[in-house]
């Protein structure tokens, strides 16, 4: 079957589960004639005939059997005013998964067919609601893990980044501009930006570009949150830290050695930080297949972590494993955790390597130093630079085509700097314009299309 964008599309959008309410929408062009054929009100109400953001209260009925499937409250909103800028119904249904799916299978029979994911939204942008980067930070809002990503998700789905882009794509097209009047008519005395003027927005432009793919590391820590691993030799406490940070039993906590086997992933929200905790089972030589597995997924998790809490025992001596790990973890940004503050023994001294590195003492057992640990977690991180400038960039693909925009920059400097025949730094200009038009979906394809609107769960 060929899908078509303007086929009428129904989905459940509330997750499943039971729930108070529970929602199906409808949207296209036969939204409400599909819904009004399994709708009854006992006072005679059509919703073909209601007017526009509307809610109907009434039954949805099996119209082949007569069957009644539940008591509906239903929401008739007619384009353009609409998520989608199509006709949409909303049924409000009481939240049980075999309703919805009754009430879905009954329009599914009516003539509507199931949303792909993201199938609303990528309508929104199809109809010109919204542009791309917006579409593509309603799923950062509905997945946002702080406060903080919640509102940068709403700002760019307000369009501030769009807006940028916007600015900068205006004022590369103007740019761009003047030198093809320049191939065109170069003979003649243009009126145009002069010489060092183009230069000097050329360079304008690449700088704002540069900006925005630095905040890109920021942007990528609220929404996917600072990766931190909490390493150590088995016993030194880690399960009981991540318990610590974390306030609740989430971790098994056991006494004993290389219990912890698979690697525990937590959020926790440090002064609107969202910090992703990896646990790992302790690094420890061993025969034991299981834990061989263990140690490997460690050494993993120390490489894909961006910082690492590395935990040592002040009840004991330091040892070899310790050394051990303290090597594989050199090079990484660290944070020395020294736990068993309560137990601590009076000779203990931090090895050499460690003492340039900031150093928390913890008793995790007695939650003593954890909001020391969580201050020293919170100004190590980078957050906080690009926020305040109000934007930032929380997409690997905006990334991307900032990069290949920047690379153009430079290449048209470059060019026009050496004198080559304009038409290559005009070249290089369309260019950077069309990286730039590809974060707001100017230019897109079927392909990164169906890509974006593929990351999202079915119903928005
Ligand atoms: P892991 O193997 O590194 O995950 O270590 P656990 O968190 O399972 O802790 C091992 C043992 O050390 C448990 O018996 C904990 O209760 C104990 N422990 C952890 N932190 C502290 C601490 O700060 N002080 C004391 N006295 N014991 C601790």
């Known amino acids: 079957m060929i899908f078509s964008e303007f086929d009428t599309i129904a989905a459940i959008s509330t997750p499943i589960g039971e729930g108070g309410i529970g929602i199906v929408r409808i949207s296209g062009p036969e939204a409400v004639a599909i819904s009004s054929r399994i709708f009854f009100s006992s006072k005679g109400v059509n919703l073909s005939t209601v007017k526009s953001h ?3 209260y009434g039954y949805i009925i099996d119209p082949e059997s007569g069957e009644k499937i539940d008591e509906v409250l239903v929401s008739v909103m007619r384009a353009p005013k609409t998520y989608t800028r199509e006709d949409v119904v909303e049924i409000n249904c009481h939240g049980g998964f075999i309703i919805l799916n009754k009430i879905l299978n009954l329009l599914i029979r009516q003539g509507a067919r199931v949303a792909e994911p993201g199938e609303f939204t990528k309508r929104a942008f199809l109809r010109g609601r919204i542009d791309l980067s917006q579409a593509e930070s309603v799923i950062d809002l509905i997945r946002a893990k702080t406060d903080d990503a919640r509102k940068i998700a709403l700002e760019h789905l307000d369009g501030k980044l769009s807006i940028k882009i916007n600015e900068l794509r205006d004022i590369l097209t103007r740019v761009c501009a003047h030198v093809e009047a320049y191939i065109d008519f170069p003979e003649e005395e243009i009126d145009g930006l002069t010489e060092a003027e183009i230069k000097k927005e050329i360079i304008k432009v690449r700088d704002e570009i540069d900006k925005l793919i630095e905040g890109y590391e920021e942007g990528k820590i609220y929404r996917e949150g600072l ?151 919170f100004n190590l991180s980078v957050l906080g630079r690009y926020r305040q400038e109000g934007l930032i960039v929380t997409k690997l693909r905006h990334k991307i085509a900032l990069e290949s925009a920047k690379a153009s920059m430079n290449n048209a400097l470059d060019s026009f700097g050496k004198n080559e025949p304009l038409e290559i730094t005009a070249m290089f200009l369309r260019e950077g314009l069309s990286f730039l038009g590809q974060i707001v979906g100017v230019i897109t394809t079927e392909d990164i299309l169906n890509l974006i609107f593929s990351e999202f769960c079915i119903g928005k």
């Not at 318990?243 to 912890?260: D, F, H, S, Y």
């Not at 086997?261 to 992703?276: A, C, F, H, S, T």
């Open 54 to 56: 509307t809610i109907n």
């Open 227 to 377: 990766r931190v691993a909490i390493v150590g030799k088995p016993n030194v406490g880690k399960s009981s830290l991540l318990n610590a940070l974390l306030m609740k039993e989430r971790a098994i906590v056991t006494e004993i050695p290389g219990t912890t086997r698979d690697i525990i992933e937590e959020y926790i929200n440090i002064k609107g930080l969202p910090v992703k905790i990896i646990d790992t089972a302790g690094i420890r030589k061993s025969h034991d297949l299981v834990e061989n597995e263990g140690i490997r997924r460690t050494l993993k998790a120390l490489d894909e972590a961006e910082l690492v809490l590395l935990m040592l025992d002040m009840s004991e001596e330091i040892n070899s494993l310790d050394m051990e790990i303290i090597d594989r973890a050199k090079d990484k940004k660290t944070i020395v955790v020294l736990n068993k503050s309560d137990i601590k023994r009076d000779n203990f001294h931090i090895p050499q390597q460690l003492k340039n590195k900031p150093t928390v003492e913890i008793s995790a057992l007695k939650g003593e130093g954890i909001e020391k640990l969580k201050d020293t977690i």
